[in-house]
């Protein structure tokens, strides 16, 4: 009996093993078809559908701070609480707020004035200047010009403080100018200067510089730094001849070597300013994984939220919608986010889809979410972020980072894996704009968690009225979601968490080095 038995027990485990295949080979085409049904779920209509809603008129830009923001965050945490994502904000919500200083320019106290020898010269506001930054009340003082830029301190000495410092426009692509003009206060600033004035070029004609104005009057970041005044070349021209010096031959292409004071001058320069504080919103859901031994580490997919908002005053069509930029990302995040809650099995990894705000105002938002993350910063594993995907070229999308860590060797296993897509991903081909350090992904990669970022570049509609949702190719940004989707399928559910490039990570910490200077 026992020999009949055994031999029974054989047999059975022998007819099973067929049956046990049988149904591993089952489970995974259903795993897989699961899968396939959630990217599917990612549709032209649905994307036209989000950022007609977010770029349209109704929500004036979404500037951050604005009440079209938070209507934006709203409707977000709205679709993440439908799709049954737990909150990831702050005290149980899907929203952390972050602090935020607007300075509003009083313009009836703000002056440019210079006397020399009893001659006066006061300056036109928004005729020969506008100023930034808010201006201080009652400055008096000289005037030292540094030449293209604030020089350092083994140069300059102690010539810049309590005067104001003049330098001429930074020489870079214009996108770049803000953050040129921001280093060179800071320079200013930690000189002892009182003012940074900035020539602008000789092409700037008075309606452009009352544009200007109009725009810094509305608001500006407040920062605990010196005002920025812009004066028009032939103003400034004019300083310089009050002071004795040769104009063309100080701001030529030879220039100053060291500061020059403006001997005998002395300028009146003021205005006030009236802070308001201000709490704008990131937005927050996360997917919980399904793994014990993973849940608790997270890949972060991220797109700002926000837009320049009303930024062309007085004209027949003032309002920057945005639709590209990046109403495109922030719809992604939310198809994405819909699709996974599809699934049937979650990912191993949770995942934590986040709008971030004021990106546009200098990554304020993304950087505020990295510094005082709603999870333990070790335990994210990776940040994807998407930012202006709907335009361009129909079957290509830029990633930038994917030679910094494992993340762009795994983005090409699955791009291959999905032919159908129709999508080419190319390596940074514009690495003079210099797009590493303008979207929301650099300050998880400050922090070095490994972040990869997918764009389709910028075209004649950016920050512009003109970026409207009718101009976005929906065919192309679904198709890019859907590999994104798959991406983020794969790398939720690797169980080694992505790796820097050694040589990825030393490029990385020099550029951030760079940027911070």
Same mark, same amino acid.
């Given at each position: 009996?026992?020999?009949?038995r055994t031999?029974l ?5 022998a007819c099973?093993?067929?049956?046990q ?9 259903t ?5 396939a049904d ?9 994307f036209?559908?989000?950022i007609g809603f977010?770029a ?18 709203a409707?977000i945490a709205s679709?993440?609480?439908?799709f ?6 702050e005290d ?15 313009v ?8 020399a ?6 300056l036109?506001y928004?005729?020969?200047?506008y100023?930034t ?5 009652g ?37 770049q100018?803000g ?5 060179a206060?800071a ?7 009182a ?9 700037m004609?008075a309606a452009a510089v009352?544009?200007?104005?109009a725009?810094a009057?509305?608001?500006s970041?407040?920062?605990?730094s010196i005002?920025v ?6 103003a400034?021209r004019?300083?310089?001849e ?5 104009f ?5 292409? &030879?220039? $100053? +070597?060291? !500061? =020059?004071p403006?001997?005998?001058?002395t300028a009146? *320069?003021?205005?006030g300013?009236? #802070? ?5 919103p990131n ?9 014990p ?9 991220s ?10 005053p007085g004209?027949a069509?003032p309002?920057?919608n ?13 198809e994405?986010?819909? &699709?996974? $809650? +599809?699934? !049937? =099995?979650?990912?191993?990894r949770?995942i934590?889809? *986040?709008g971030?705000s004021?990106? #546009?105002?200098?990554?304020l ?13 070790d335990s ?6 998407i930012d202006m ?12 980072g994917?030679d ?6 795994l983005?090409?296993?699955v ?6 897509l129709?999508?080419?991903t190319?390596?940074d081909?514009w690495?003079?704009?210099r ?8 300050n ?7 972040a990869?970022?997918?764009?389709t570049?910028?075209?004649d ?9 009718d101009?976005?190719?929906l ?10 989707f ?5 790398i ?18 020099r ?7």
């Amino acid at each position: 009996m026992k020999a009949y038995r055994t031999g029974l027990v054989v047999a059975l485990a022998a007819c099973a093993q067929p049956v046990q295949q049988a149904a591993v080979e089952q489970a995974a085409p259903t795993a897989a078809a699961a899968l396939a049904d959630a990217a599917a779920s990612i549709r032209p209509q649905d994307f036209y559908a989000r950022i007609g809603f977010l770029a349209s008129d109704a929500l004036q830009g979404r500037d951050t701070p604005s009440p079209g923001l938070e209507a934006a965050a709203a409707y977000i945490a709205s679709e993440f609480h439908s799709f049954g994502l737990r909150p990831a904000g702050e005290d149980g919500g899907y929203l952390q707020r972050w602090p935020y200083v607007t300075r509003v320019l009083d313009v009836a106290s703000v002056r440019f004035d210079v006397q020399a020898e009893g001659r006066s010269r006061p300056l036109a506001y928004r005729s020969d200047y506008y100023v930034t930054g808010g201006a201080r009340a009652g400055f008096s003082g000289g005037l030292v010009f540094a030449g293209s830029a604030v020089p350092a301190a083994d140069v300059r000495g102690n010539t810049l403080r309590d005067r104001a410092v003049i330098i001429t426009q930074p020489q870079v692509e214009a996108r770049q100018q803000g953050q040129a003009i921001i280093r060179a206060r800071a320079s200013a600033d930690s000189a002892g200067a009182a003012a940074l004035i900035v020539i602008l070029p000789p092409n700037m004609d008075a309606a452009a510089v009352a544009q200007r104005a109009a725009g810094a009057e509305r608001a500006s970041r407040g920062l605990p730094s010196i005002p920025v005044f812009y004066v028009r070349s032939a103003a400034a021209r004019s300083l310089f001849e009050m002071a004795g010096l040769d104009f063309n031959a100080l701001t030529g292409s &030879a220039g $100053a +070597q060291r !500061p =020059v004071p403006l001997a005998g001058l002395t300028a009146q *320069l003021g205005g006030g300013v009236t #802070e308001t504080e201000h709490r704008p919103p990131n937005v927050a859901g996360m997917l919980p994984g399904s793994d014990p031994a993973l849940r608790n580490s997270y890949v972060v997919f991220s797109a700002h939220i926000d837009h320049t908002g009303i930024c062309a005053p007085g004209t027949a069509d003032p309002i920057c919608n945005g639709a590209d930029d990046d109403a495109s990302g922030t719809s992604a995040i939310m198809e994405l986010a819909e &699709a996974f $809650a +599809q699934l !049937p =099995v979650t990912p191993k990894r949770s995942i934590i889809f *986040l709008g971030v705000s004021g990106e #546009e105002k200098g990554l304020l938002g993304s950087s505020y979410f990295a510094d005082n993350p709603t999870v333990p910063i070790d335990s994210i594993v990776a940040n994807v972020n998407i930012d202006m995907i709907g335009r361009n070229h129909p079957d290509s999308v830029v990633v930038i980072g994917k030679d910094y860590s494992t993340l762009g060797p795994l983005l090409e296993q699955v791009n291959a894996q999905h032919p159908e897509l129709r999508m080419t991903t190319s390596d940074d081909i514009w690495p003079e704009q210099r797009f590493f350090f303008r979207s929301d992904h650099f300050n998880f990669a400050r922090r070095e968690v490994p972040a990869i970022f997918f764009f389709t570049g910028v075209h004649d509609d950016y920050h512009r009225p003109s970026d409207t949702v009718d101009k976005i190719d929906l065919d192309k940004i679904s198709r890019i979601t859907r590999l994104i989707f798959y991406y983020a399928n794969a790398i939720a559910n690797d169980e080694q968490r992505p790796q820097w490039d050694p040589e990825g990570l030393e490029e990385v910490r020099r550029l951030v080095s760079q940027r911070n200077r």
